[in-house]
């Protein structure tokens, strides 16, 4: 009965270390992916592995490669839905922020894994959306206002009255110099793998149903052991009670005995006292016959 019991608690004692040396790994590896884009290199950490359910976290650090101004920073996580891709969530990460190089951006982003996830790895996309400012110097043109034009004869042509020249209206010339600003927008997006998603297979189905099957089994002799052991209790409970008893039966025996050997020593005694009186008496009868036969002889 004890080899019945002691194998299956065995088993399922490996099944059960085998989950949990599972779970624990999953919540203790972490994994790295980085997002190299045109204005930022973003990098994502995240736990290596994640069982469907569960909330899965990343952290998120994106640092600025040069100056510029971050009108939004967007991070879409996906996952396989055999061939699509399901959305998970969407995270607007920073929107309309100056940045210049080497500053960052930290963000923490939740996600919660279907619980119908295939065996795949989450995807994520980073997209940025950026504006640049960009200046030109324009000089002076004017040759009284610029030496340097008017000393190469880079002046501009005035009427002919003034150098001999035709007057050309359509030509412009600035007096002083200037700078031009000008605001351009682009956008970049790149996408990185992510933690590992350990849907069920059929072999872990297997084991699954198994260890099911196991913790039933274990259930229910549990309950056997319960029951073996409570009728052990009342057995020895008995076998004391008995145990008692028969303790309580050998002092009443050899108290028995005891008072058994004092009445054979008093009888005996006793009879010894009759039996010398007896004696005596016969021994003083026979001496007055005697002494009666002489006296009736003389």
Same mark, same amino acid.
């Given at each position: 009965m004890r080899t019945k019991i002691i194998a299956p608690l065995v088993l399922l004692v490996?099944?059960?270390s085998i989950f949990v040396t599972q779970a624990?790994?999953? =919540?203790?590896?972490?994994a790295t992916s980085t997002v190299v884009l045109s204005h930022l290199n973003v990098q994502l950490t995240y736990l290596s592995q994640v069982l469907p359910g569960q909330l899965a976290t990343i952290n998120l650090t994106a640092q600025a490669k040069d100056n510029f101004e971050l009108t939004s920073l967007t991070v879409q996580v996906y996952s396989a839905d055999q061939d699509n891709l399901r959305l998970l969530v969407s995270t607007i990460v920073a929107t309309n922020t100056p940045m210049?190089?080497?500053?960052?951006v930290n963000k923490q982003i939740q996600v919660a894994v279907p619980s119908g996830a295939s065996r795949t790895s989450l995807i994520a996309q980073?997209?940025?959306s950026v504006g640049t400012n960009s200046y030109a110097y324009n000089p002076a043109t004017n040759p009284y206002a610029n030496p340097y034009l008017y000393q190469y004869g880079l002046y501009p042509p005035y009427p002919s009255y003034y150098f001999g020249y035709s007057y050309s209206p359509t030509t412009y010339y600035s007096l002083y110099p200037s700078y031009s600003y000008n605001f351009q927008g682009s956008s970049d997006n790149a996408i990185a793998p992510l933690s590992y998603v350990m849907a069920t297979t059929p072999e872990y189905t297997a084991l699954q149903s198994q260890y099911q099957q196991l913790q039933l089994q274990n259930q229910q002799?549990? =309950? =056997?052991?319960?029951?073996?052991?409570?009728?052990?209790a009342q057995k020895d409970s008995t076998i004391n009670t008995l145990n008692n008893q028969l303790a309580s039966l050998q002092g009443t025996t050899i108290l028995v005995e005891i008072v058994a050997i004092i009445l054979a020593i008093a009888l005996v005694a006793v009879a010894a006292l009759?039996? @010398?009186?007896? @004696?005596? =008496?016969?021994?003083?009868?026979h001496s007055a016959t005697k002494t009666e036969e002489k006296t009736t002889s003389a």
């Open positions: 490996i099944l059960a624990v790994c999953a =919540q203790s590896n972490q210049l190089s080497g500053q960052q980073v997209i940025e002799l549990q =309950q =056997q052991i319960q029951t073996l052991q409570n009728s052990t009759h039996f @010398k009186s007896t @004696k005596a =008496q016969g021994t003083d009868s």
